[in-house]
């Protein structure tokens, strides 16, 4: 009895401990890629081609945004552009994106200062400004009176 308990725990624990594995690979974000001056900080590059993981390559240029769905926690990003002097800088990027939030956000000019700063300068979690209008919440009110539609 004692031996049988043992395995039935054994084996639920490595069931959960699969679950907790897959959710890990399996989870996607979608990460922005963005070529927006920083307020106060460094200014868009002119063009810059990005690319994460084995997916395509994208060319942007000032105040371009786009997006990447990736799924895991560890990418490599990819950037190719020209700084200031001239020189084509070509780097490639390790990093890792935490499972709890959805959406992340690179910026770019950023990164490009300091290519070498831990991921924390450059990524970003992406928090939506979205408005909402209270015009389209309320109800249509409905009347009994037909004099009301004139």
Not at 7 to 22: G, S, T
Not at 117 to 138: K, N, R, T, Y
């Amino acid at each position: 009895m004692n031996r049988r308990l043992i395995v039935r725990a054994a084996a639920i624990l490595l069931v959960l401990l699969l679950a907790i594995c897959m959710y890990l690979i399996g989870r996607q974000h979608t990460i922005l890629v963005d070529n927006k001056s920083v307020e106060g900080g460094p200014k868009a590059l002119q063009e810059i081609e990005v690319a994460i993981d084995k997916q395509d390559s994208m060319e942007l240029y000032p105040r371009d945004r786009d997006q990447y769905i990736v799924t895991g926690q560890s990418h490599t990003l990819h950037v190719k552009y020209t700084d200031s002097n001239w020189n084509e800088i070509d780097k490639v990027i390790k990093f890792k994106v935490p499972a709890k939030n959805d959406m992340y956000i690179i910026s770019l000019p950023k990164l490009a200062q300091n290519p070498d700063a831990p991921q924390s300068e450059w990524l970003e979690v992406f928090i939506s400004m979205a408005v909402q209008s209270d015009a389209g919440s309320e109800e249509p009110q409905v009347s009994e009176d037909p004099s009301a539609i004139l």
